[in-house]
């Protein structure tokens, strides 16, 4: 990722609302929601408002789009967003990893398969 690609993610993350859709669909998966499922999720927020922010999370490269019928489905681009968690921590440790080792450890917890999940 290039410093101007993570600048855009940041400024696009900088705003309540397109943190907690960014947060929301990384829980939804690969399958992503509906634009009205989201729009719920946030305090029942107009179609206008939500149109505006998950646009300006699209144009940033955090979350992608696809028609499903008369549906437009929004998930959470999860190689970007991995490429900015790679940009922050590239050059953190320097010489030193128990500096990024608590960052490696919470991420590699969450990261687990659950238990009886198939591998895809």
Do not use: W
């Amino acid at each position: 990722m290039h410093e101007r690609q993570a600048l855009d993610a940041f400024a696009a993350l900088a705003q309540e609302t397109r943190l907690r859709i960014i947060r929301l669909l990384v829980k939804a998966g690969r399958e992503g929601m509906s634009a009205g499922a989201i729009g719920e999720a946030m305090d029942s927020a107009s179609a206008s408002r939500m149109s505006f922010h998950l646009s300006h999370l699209e144009q940033s490269g955090l979350v992608e789009s696809r028609r499903e019928g008369r549906s437009i489905i929004y998930s959470a681009a999860l190689v970007t967003l991995s490429n900015l968690v790679e940009f922050l921590m590239r050059d953190c440790c320097q010489g030193h990893p128990e500096v990024c080792n608590p960052a490696v450890a919470a991420l590699s917890s969450c990261c687990e398969p659950e238990k009886g999940a198939s591998n895809v």
